[in-house]
T-cell receptor, first 120, second 112 residues
Framework: AQKITQTQPGMFVQEKEAVTLDCTYDTSDQSYGLFWYKQPSSGEMIFLIYQGSYDEQNATEGRYSLNFQKARKSANLVISASQLGDSAMYFCAMREGLLGSGGSNYKLTFGKGTLLTVNP | GAVVSQHPSWVICKSGTSVKIECRSL??????MFWYRQFPKQSLMLMATSNEGSKATYEQGVEKDKFLINHASLTLSTLTVTSAHPEDSSFYIC????????FGPGTRLTVL
């Protein structure tokens, strides 16, 4: 079974500073995908970034980067130059199999989330 | 990107009534849709996996007779909360799968 652990219920960061949100995972699969989602107070789930288990380079998407340490089974999200609009709940998730590998019915396993507050 | 809609975005109903929530993939066909439930300040909990033209697969502990799921077409899945009670009040989110899961905006259900 897959498991995602987010140990930080809440995090605070000053505007314009960088922040790291922790995520560790457990799986017996060799092929898997890791995701980060942002959920503002409106409730929508916003996809931020994806890392495949065989990707050697850390994924980056604008101000978001994923610090992937496979041996430690960690997939931390780094947000650079925080903005007030980054205040939200952040969820780490994983699925069996890689994106683009075909098939369907790929369930996502979510962590409990980290509430990020960006202070002006 | 792929767009998924949900209707209604919020609903208030009386205890004992049934409520139907629609999930539509607007610009793609999804053979699989997922339904999640989220309580305040908690994570998303998968309720069921819905495949077009077949019965939904429910997660352990989810009452299939209470949460009826229908996936009649490749772009529409519905979740009906039957005989709703206050403890069913929650945020319900669907996602549609096209290689990855694309999430709807969610439906906030309040049962009085």
């Amino acid at each position: 079974a897959q498991k995602i652990t987010q140990t930080q219920p809440g995090m605070f960061v000053q505007e314009k500073e960088a922040v790291t949100l922790d995520c560790t995972y457990d799986t017996s699969d060799q092929s898997y995908g890791l995701f980060w989602y942002k959920q503002p107070s409106s409730g929508e789930m916003i996809f931020l970034i994806y890392q495949g288990s065989y990707d050697e380079q850390n994924a980056t998407e604008g101000r978001y980067s994923l610090n992937f340490q496979k041996a430690r089974k960690s997939a931390n999200l780094v947000i650079s130059a925080s903005q007030l609009g980054d205040s939200a709940m952040y969820f780490c998730a994983m699925r069996e199999g890689l994106l683009g590998s075909g098939g369907s019915n790929y369930k996502l396993t979510f962590g409990k989330g980290t509430l990020l507050t960006v202070n002006p | 990107g792929a767009v998924v809609s949900q209707h209604p975005s919020w609903v208030i109903c009386k205890s004992g009534t049934s409520v139907k929530i629609e999930c539509r993939s607007l610009d793609f066909q999804a053979t699989t849709m997922f339904w999640y439930r989220q309580f305040p300040k908690q994570s998303l909990m998968l309720m069921a996996t819905s495949n077009e033209g077949s019965k939904a697969t429910y997660e352990q502990g989810v009452e299939k007779d209470k949460f009826l799921i229908n996936h009649a077409s490749l772009t529409l899945s519905t979740l009906t909360v039957t005989s709703a009670h206050p403890e069913d009040s929650s945020f319900y989110i669907c996602s549609a799968e096209y290689n990855e899961q694309f999430f709807g905006p969610g439906t906030r259900l309040t049962v009085l």
